[in-house]
């Protein structure tokens, strides 16, 4: 990855020692999200150098800011993870911003013009999960209509953590309570009725990774859509021939020490035609692997008794 940094980088700061795998802030129970941070790190970095090399600077701007949004989600939920059981009060807010800058990050397509009003959040909330829906479906893991409602309003919740009353269970369809909180009231809970970060990171803030990523793909890479740019393409040309050369042999290399499903490989800015190694053929079929399902069993649990005060 670091051949994909500009050039003004510094190996001594935090994008450049943060890789996902060598950090330990992720649970064990939370191995998905160590593969959707490493894949916002990639496309963080694959698109600031696609900026680089674009001259149309409007189309370079757009690209710049989904970039910058994408490593700083990494950055919240790694700080979000980290401290949440000492300070969950700063937790939950690290949580908010991790997933407000990936709803941030859509506007590069969903806001192509600086007079215009941006989208509602809502609905921003909405096309990142419809564009998730089919590759999670698609991967093996459990995504039907009931879990995406429900990802889909928890993450609003959770983003609007201390700026409304709705924080964090407000929704009778999953027998929650009703009880308003505040991090006056989150700073007064037992701990031991606290859920940890991931169980919210898997259940919410995954499909929106997934669906982000995708759209990346679609708006920047996929010649069927998005912006038609002789600038562009142009661009797009000599990155993957940098990218093929110079950064792909170390994905590789990581797919085989880091095992890598198969539904992160596929959100990869260039896919690999072959993978040497002993990789085992399990890693390449539709993934359903209990480490890494979707656990809303264990979210309902908390929304259902866990967390009051």
Not at 50 to 75: G, Q
Request: glycine letters at 4%; proline letters at 6%; charged letters at 25%.
């Amino acid at each position: 990855m670091e051949g994909l940094l500009m050039d003004d980088e510094l190996p001594n700061n935090w994008f450049s020692t943060s890789n996902p795998f060598e950090q330990e802030c992720y649970f064990e129970e939370d191995k998905m999200s160590k593969y959707a941070d490493m894949l916002l790190m990639l496309w963080a970095a694959f698109l600031e150098r696609l900026a680089e090399l674009c001259n149309d600077k409007e189309i370079s701007k757009r690209i710049l800011a989904t970039a910058h949004d994408l490593a700083s989600s990494v950055a919240f939920y790694q700080g979000a993870t980290d401290i949440h059981m000492r300070n969950p009060v700063v937790g939950f807010a690290n949580f908010r911003d991790s997933l407000k800058h990936l709803v941030k990050s859509s506007l590069a397509w969903n806001k192509r013009e600086e007079d215009t009003l941006p989208p509602l959040q809502y609905d921003l909330i909405n096309q990142i999960m419809v564009t998730a829906k089919p590759h999670l479906k698609e991967s093996g893991l459990e995504f039907n209509d009931d879990t995406y409602e429900i990802s889909k309003h928890h993450a609003g919740s959770m983003i609007d953590y201390d700026k409304n009353s709705t924080w964090p269970y407000h929704e009778p369809i999953i027998k929650a309570k009703n009880i308003l909180k505040q991090p006056h009231d989150i700073a007064l809970q037992d701990f031991n009725k606290i859920p940890e970060i991931f169980v919210f990171g898997q259940t919410i803030r995954i499909p929106l990774v997934v669906g982000v990523v995708r759209n990346c793909k679609k708006e920047w890479l996929d010649d069927s859509r998005g912006e038609k740019s002789i600038h562009l393409e142009a661009a797009k040309a000599r990155l993957f021939a940098e990218y093929i050369a110079e950064v792909q042999p170390g994905i590789i290399e990581s797919i085989e020490t880091n095992q890598w499903p198969e539904w992160a490989i596929q959100l990869l800015p260039i896919i690999p035609e072959s993978i040497p190694g002993e990789i085992p053929d399990s890693f390449f079929e539709p993934y359903s692997d209990e480490d890494y399902e979707l656990d809303f069993n264990e979210f309902y649990e908390h929304l259902d008794n866990e967390f009051e005060p």
